[in-house]
């Protein structure tokens, strides 16, 4: 069982994980029409609407003051690297690989909050960590016929790792800022760092895109939130296990949305990876009841 302690942060991340992959989804059907970049700034720009309400209405309007500007700087442009790089994957790969290769993400923060953290990781960690990137590695199907783009593959593991990376860092500096103002800021980063990158080129959008990139924008900064606040309220091994619910919305999503049916490695890798969750969420239950 769950401790209790930890119901609400599980399932406000499992929240914001269901609120990603609807954004992810979003960009990769305005992908098609639109550069990258705008797309991202406008995401990151509509994201500011509801982390600015969230931020003032338990921060006050001087939330800005007492900041540590120099981790939401660092923190924030490796939190647009990782928005970055697994919204560049997404445009080439199944949503059925996008995710199982995403959720290498906790399990690089495992190792990460052992080294960093001194949080505790055993046998039975180490097996898990192998099995879920083995199932990784056979979900992308490299040697297959399927023809998976492994730039694509190569883009969303570099993200899992800024992911994770981001994650870290909140989890070790947790005193320096609330779950909001890391949101509100890194997408503040974002919002500076893909307008310059766009270099001042943007392509009209016709109304009912500029509604969708809107909503995919305030999917994210619902998002974004509540997995912060997952990352920092849950043992790492917990939080991961948040990440299955990303794994089968997404596969759901590419069934509904763009009719791409996963293959039978897909099936066999998402198996290990979810079977590498179990072994940790089990470990970690046990060590509490203990």
Known sequence: MLSKSYFF?????????VFMVSMDTVI?????????????????????IPLTYLIIKNHGFRFYKNQNYKFQ???????????????????RLPLSVVYPVLFTSPLMLLMMSYFYLNENINQIRVIAIFLGFFGILISAEPFGANQISLIGVLFVFIGAFCIALTNL????????????????????????????????????????????????????????SAIIYGSRMLPASIYGMTSFFQLIYGI??????????????????IIFVMIA????FYFDRSKNES
């Open 9 to 17: 942060p599980f399932f406000i991340s499992i929240g914001g994980y």
């Open 28 to 48: 990769k059907v305005l992908g098609s029409s639109y550069p990258i970049l705008q797309l991202l700034f406008l995401n990151a720009l509509f994201s500011l």
């Open 73 to 91: 700087i660092i923190r924030g442009f490796i939190h647009t690297l990782g928005f970055l790089f697994v919204l560049m994957g997404v445009l």
């Open 169 to 224: 860092l909140t989890r070790k500096y947790i005193n320096l800022s609330s779950s909001f103002s890391a949101a509100f800021f890194s997408m503040v980063v974002s919002v500076i760092i893909f307008y310059i990158s766009m270099k001042f080129i943007f392509i009209p959008m016709t109304f009912i895109d500029l509604l969708l990139s809107l909503f995919g924008g305030i999917l994210a900064g619902l998002g974004i």
């Open 252 to 269: 759901i999503l590419g069934l509904l949305i763009f009719q791409q049916l996963p293959t039978f490695f897909n099936y066999i890798g």
């Open 277 to 280: 969750g179990i072994l940790l």
